[in-house]
């Protein structure tokens, strides 16, 4: 690589930044051959014997990669997360912000590395600390991930795209992961994957023209959840669930950048003609779509997420499904030739993408209703380009696509250049998302990809079909109704429902109940065997946890069931807390300073229930909000535990209490026993209080961080002290 495109002059005299890191447990020998991970194949990597692409090109981008790579591992990397020394990082919550940008450089890490593009002389990093580093972050976002750790993140709207990101650096890299992480990475998958067993496809417009979401196209939505089914099918082609997650990618493939025309086009693709995959519209005749309330450019590259498909089968030696392409060239044009008229649209008008007095591609790009996200953007351009040269669906445009990936990777160089620690931006008003470096990162990894799976396998696609059997349906699913805590001691009830979707009777029905060490669980009602069409099944266990273990514990119910020939087992985790006895506050008296509607009233904080709608919610216009619950007697109290948030947010920090201080009532007076300051959990716990009182308060002096900045509370549970 050039030192004008690199500055690798500089770089190679700089010392290797030394990063400290905790060493994850060796790996073993053996393979996982249960769980989740027995249906993950491997990338055969003996496949690619071609090397590194050497081409101007991707040499360019090749560049723009390491220098994200170097900011990462020399910048990010510390900055963030640099003072942790666990063997998996707290990510700092569950939302998009904590979530994403980690996955971005994992996934670009991962691919450098795994490719053999890294360059320790580039980044100033050796090899392995930026491998050791792309672990770190893989298995510590599969790890904090719902399915794997009470209170994760996952299976809410968006986590596909965010799961996409870590999953596919953890296949990338599956070698070098433990098995237990593997088996994390591969429930991660399955988790977000099964989402769509049962999902309706969105459209930004219905058949009959109705707009449903004004300013809102479901392009880059379905695009970017048919990416991860994508990855799903590549890496899990065993998984029992397989076909329907295919025929799923597929609907959603075509369904992404869906022109009204296609409901009545009856081209067959993958086994169906069009008009029967679709439902809708996602964007207009001319390959033009509307996000954010305007045309919006950014939002035309997103069908990168649907045109990429090709890495993952590419990597897993099958040939892409032909609905990846479906309406990419029309995309492609509308970027590169549509002409806006100004006015209506902003001046100057002319082309998204503009050319010189001369006709030749430069990186400058047109916004017909201006950008939202910044002015200097280029990394998705170039993505979509780069997919465009290689799986040519630029035919027939004024430029071709190579030109334009060359002035864009030309432009984001420039913009690496005007730094010594390989950023990309400046000026906040460069680009205005929170997680902008990573973002590139990302989208180099991605395109780098695209030039080296170019270079070392052919790329195929396929129109065969991928008809989904009656047996590849589920038939059935799985709710488990769990309390928030099982007391020691104290018997609770834990309930698994099955519910019947299939058209015959699903035979040999069989509850399972899978308990840690010591545990105790004794059914009291429910029956095994026949579960008719559509009915449903029900058992109730009573749970008790013993004496002595953790404070925490992992439940799992599960019910294996026999239809049309194919064995299925269906299991669902509860993550619990397990306190030290009784909860002497659930039903007690409670005072509050204020409500916000008369469903949201103190009662809510000590009924026992966990769902939304159960919930002490303070006023809006409340600055300190206050609950006393009354124990109506002297108590000699052990721990006091507090949940809050929103479910439907999957408990985003926006939505905790932020800060806050729990009190106790003695005959002194109150005693302050706890103060929690910036705090982001779902659940917090106050041990060793030791202190007889008879009421508790929660005085709260910052709510929360959202923007309905009110106290969204389910339980506060107090503990009698252990005699």
């Known amino acids: 690589m050039s ?29 996982n051959d249960s769980g989740a991970a027995a249906a993950v194949v491997p990338i055969d990597w003996d496949r690619f014997t071609a090397g590194l692409p050497d081409d101007d090109q991707a040499e360019r981008t ?74 770190l972050l893989t298995t510590s976002i599969a790890y904090r991930h719902e399915t794997n750790s009470a209170g994760g993140w996952g299976t809410a709207w968006q986590s596909a795209l ?97 022109r009204p025309t296609d409901l009545h086009d009856d081209t067959v693709v993958n086994g169906k003609e069009l008009r029967e995959w679709l439902n809708g519209s996602n ?19 997103s069908i990168a997420n649907s045109v990429g498909a090709p890495l993952a089968y590419g990597l897993a030696g099958r040939a892409t499904p032909r609905a990846a392409l479906h309406n990419a060239g029309v995309v492609y044009h509308a970027l590169a030739d549509h002409e806006f008229a100004a006015p209506p649209y902003a001046e100057p008008g002319g082309t998204i993408y503009m050319r010189d007095a001369e006709g030749a591609a430069t990186a400058d790009i047109y916004y017909p209703q201006g950008n939202d996200w910044g002015t200097s953007r280029q990394l998705h351009f170039l993505l979509l380009d780069t997919l465009a040269a290689v799986f040519g669906f630029d035919t027939g445009t004024a430029v071709p696509a190579a030109d334009w990936a060359a002035a864009h ?42 030039n080296w799976l170019d270079h070392n396998a052919p790329i195929q696609f396929t129109d065969q079909a991928f ?23 104290v018997p609770t009830p834990l309930t698994a429902t099955v519910t019947s979707r299939s058209e015959v009777p699903l035979h040999r029905l069989e509850f399972q109940l899978v308990l840690p060490d010591g545990w105790q669980a004794v059914r009291q009602s429910g029956a095994d065997g026949l579960l008719r069409p559509g009915a449903m099944s029900t058992t109730t266990w009573l749970v008790t946890a013993p004496d002595d273990g953790g404070d925490t514990a992992e439940l799992r119910a599960g019910v294996s069931y026999r239809g049309f020939g194919v064995q299925r087992e269906l299991e669902r985790t509860a993550f619990v807390a397990v306190p030290p006895g009784v909860n002497v506050a659930l039903g007690k008296p409670v005072t509050v300073s204020s409500v916000l509607r008369a469903t949201a009233g103190g009662d809510k904080a000590v009924d026992g229930g966990f769902a939304d709608a159960s919930r002490w919610i303070s006023a809006e216009g409340d600055p300190a909000p206050w609950l006393v ?14 949940y809050s948030g929103y479910v439907t947010t999957n408990h985003d920090p926006t939505t905790t209490l932020k800060d806050f201080t729990v009190e106790a009532r003695t005959d002194a007076g109150w005693r302050e026993v706890a103060r929690f300051t910036g705090n982001v959990a779902h659940r917090v ?8 009182a008879d009421q508790v308060r929660l005085s709260i002096t910052d709510p929360s961080g959202s923007t309905i900045d009110v106290a969204r509370v389910f339980e506060v549970e107090v503990y009698e002290e252990a005699s």
Request: net charge negative; hydrophobic share 45%; aromatic share 10%.
């Open 685 to 692: 716990v106050v041990d060793d209080v030791g202190l007889s």
């Open 62 to 135: 090749r560049a723009i990669l390491l220098n994200a790579n170097e900011y990462a591992l020399r910048t990010w990397f510390p900055a963030k997360f640099g003072s942790q020394t666990g063997p998996y990082l707290d990510l700092g919550g569950v939302g998009e912000g904590s979530i994403r940008p980690p996955g971005s450089e994992a996934l670009a890490l991962a691919t450098s590395v795994a490719t053999g593009a890294y360059d320790a002389a580039a980044t100033g990093v050796p090899e392995p600390r930026a491998r050791e580093v792309a672990i």
């Open 3 to 31: 030192a004008v495109r690199r500055r690798l002059a500089g770089l190679a005299a700089t010392a290797a930044v030394v990063l400290t890191l905790t060493a994850a447990p060796a790996q073993s020998t053996e393979e």
């Open 283 to 301: 964007i207009f005749e001319d390959g033009t779509l509307v996000n954010h309330s305007r045309i919006h450019p950014d939002y035309f590259t």
């Open 162 to 258: 965010w799961a996409f990101n870590a999953a596919f650096a953890g296949w990338l890299l599956w070698d070098d992961l433990t098995l237990a992480d593997q088996e994390r990475v591969a429930r991660m998958v399955q988790a977000e994957a099964d989402v769509f067993l049962d999902y309706t496809v969105p459209y930004y417009q219905r058949p009959d023209g109705t707009v449903v979401t004004p300013g809102d196209s479901k392009a880059e939505e379905n695009a970017w959840n048919a990416a991860f089914l994508n990855l799903a099918v590549s890496m899990m082609p065993e998984h029992p669930n397989v076909a329907v997650w295919q025929d799923k990618a597929i609907e959603l493939m075509i369904s992404a950048y869906s």
């Open 629 to 642: 619950v009354d124990l109506t007697a002297p108590t000699r109290i052990g721990e006091i535990h507090l």
């Open 409 to 450: 990777a030309g432009r984001a160089l420039a913009m690496q250049a005007r730094f010594d620690d390989g950023r990309t931006y400046g000026a906040p008003s460069e680009d205005t998302y929170s997680g902008r470096e990573e973002w590139v990162a990302l989208l180099a990894g991605r395109t780098y990809l695209t």
């Open 467 to 489: 008809p989904v059997r009656p047996g590849d349906h589920l038939g059935a699913t799985l709710t488990v109704d769990a309390a928030a805590s099982y007391p020691r001691g």
